[in-house]
């Protein structure tokens, strides 16, 4: 049952956009919907889409929680805070420069004292 519900969550979060796209097209549905009613209702159309509005409550809040549904947030939390950084990056190129040879500068560190140390303490010598 659990790997039935990560497979479903991973589909849908491989189709975000046409989900996303079918998500706005339900709501203006069903705010056009209560539009038509008030306004059959004597409304005026100006009167009416506020009126709608006020009564499906927050459609930015009624998006997330559905986006939730699909998707695990944290997931989407992490992808949209790898997209900002990708971006940052590339605006500052001296600066990613920085960032990439001081990576391989600790990598290259770690490796060569892992393998001192394992040289000297784990294996004995010749």
Sequence with gaps: M????????????????A??????????FHRDAMQRGLISDGCSP???LVAAQ???GNETLMREESRAV????????IWQDAKATLRGL????AF????????ALGV???????????RLMFRPPP
């Design 2 to 17: 659990h790997a039935m519900r990560m497979l479903r969550r991973l589909a849908h979060w491989l189709r975000f956009r």
């Design 19 to 28: 989900r996303s796209a079918e998500l706005e097209e339900e709501l203006a």
């Design 46 to 48: 100006g009167e009416a």
């Design 54 to 56: 006020r009564a499906m």
């Design 70 to 77: 699909w998707l695990w947030p944290s997931l989407e939390a």
């Design 90 to 93: 590339r605006r500052s190129p």
């Design 96 to 103: 990613t420069l920085g960032v990439m040879l001081t990576f």
């Design 108 to 118: 290259g560190a770690n490796a060569a004292m892992f393998s001192l140390i394992d």
